[in-house]
């Protein structure tokens, strides 16, 4: 069952294309990720599908509705996490969720049955008499995303929710992504950390507006490097020196430091097997698979530079 279908979409503000001809769904309980550099039409996009901006071209559905029914309609349908904190610090956190439900006219029984029970899914264990400025970072990221689930909306867009938290934060709200995914919800999620993104069932790469790659993260890396990969390095300085001008070597497609190593391109498995044998002295290559970083740095670093 799809839960969206986009078609063409573009999005122009003024004289300028923020979103250009994009087309793809998802599916219903997908967990469907959005990677791509800052500006490249990621939160833009989302501001549609959330029924808070009008396309200026193309066909939009979100849970079976569309812009002819009015945006408030698929606002009912949605619920929106953006990548700043956007409760109120000077409000309890009782405050604020009964705010946000007063908001959509909201029952308050009901509400406050419903907040018991985003209370317990989000493990909460603070007084809800708590100011949301006591809160630590990461349990303030997860109130907003009781405070985005609140009127159990059937889709659930998530833009860099885990922006500025540690590790472990994220490890648990991604958790809590999964267990959204199991009961039935879509989730739909921009993210800067690769490692978040490979938990995504799909992904679509964008880049200056367009739509550049979409596929699942084990089906991205197979089509950006077809291929082979080496990873290279050194201990010594003077051989960490060899090791940048190897990217030289006409065996090489392209190379680019990774930390203290490099990655590289080789064109083909005979060029691999060339290269390797007339490596300079205490240079180690490694053959390795391409990460959801690698894809990046090809498909969209690799462009623009």
Not at 85 to 92: A, I, P, R, V
Not at 93 to 117: G, I, P
Not at 130 to 156: C, E, F, N, Y
């Amino acid at each position: 069952m799809t839960a969206v279908t986009i078609d063409k979409l573009t999005v122009r503000f003024g004289a300028f294309t923020a979103v250009d001809n994009v087309s793809f769904t998802v599916g219903r309980g997908e967990i469907f990720g959005f990677l791509g550099a800052n500006g490249a039409g990621k939160t833009t996009t989302i501001r549609v599908m959330c029924g808070l901006l009008v396309p200026s071209g193309g066909d939009v559905t979100v849970a079976g509705l569309n812009f002819s029914g009015g945006a408030n309609a698929i606002k009912e349908k949605v619920g929106y996490m953006s990548q700043k904190f956007t409760l109120y610090d000077d409000l309890t956190v009782e405050e604020n969720l009964m705010f946000k439900a007063s908001l959509r006219r909201m029952d308050r029984d009901f509400t406050k049955r419903r907040m018991n029970e985003l209370f317990s899914f989000i493990a909460f264990e603070y007084p809800v008499s708590t100011m949301v400025r006591d809160l630590p970072g990461g349990v303030k990221q997860q109130v907003s995303l009781a405070a985005s689930l609140l009127h159990g909306p059937a889709i659930v867009f998530l833009d860099e929710p885990t922006s500025g938290v540690s590790p472990a934060v994220r490890a648990r709200f991604w958790a809590l992504i999964r267990q959204l995914s199991g009961e039935g919800k879509t989730v739909i999620v921009t993210t800067h950390y690769m490692d978040e993104a490979e938990q995504c069932e799909r992904i679509a790469l964008m880049r200056a507006g367009k739509l550049i790659a979409l596929d699942s993260p084990a089906g991205m890396k197979a089509t950006a490097y077809p291929e082979p990969l080496l990873q290279l390095s050194s201990e010594a300085e003077a051989g960490r020196q060899a090791v940048a001008a190897l990217g030289v070597n006409p065996e090489v497609i392209r190379m680019w430091p990774h930390g203290m190593r490099y990655h590289a391109i080789m064109r083909d498995e005979d060029s691999l097997a060339s290269f390797t044998r007339r490596l300079p002295p205490g240079v180690k290559a490694v053959r390795i698979k391409p990460s959801l970083e690698d894809v990046f740095v090809r498909l969209v670093e690799g462009v623009d530079r």
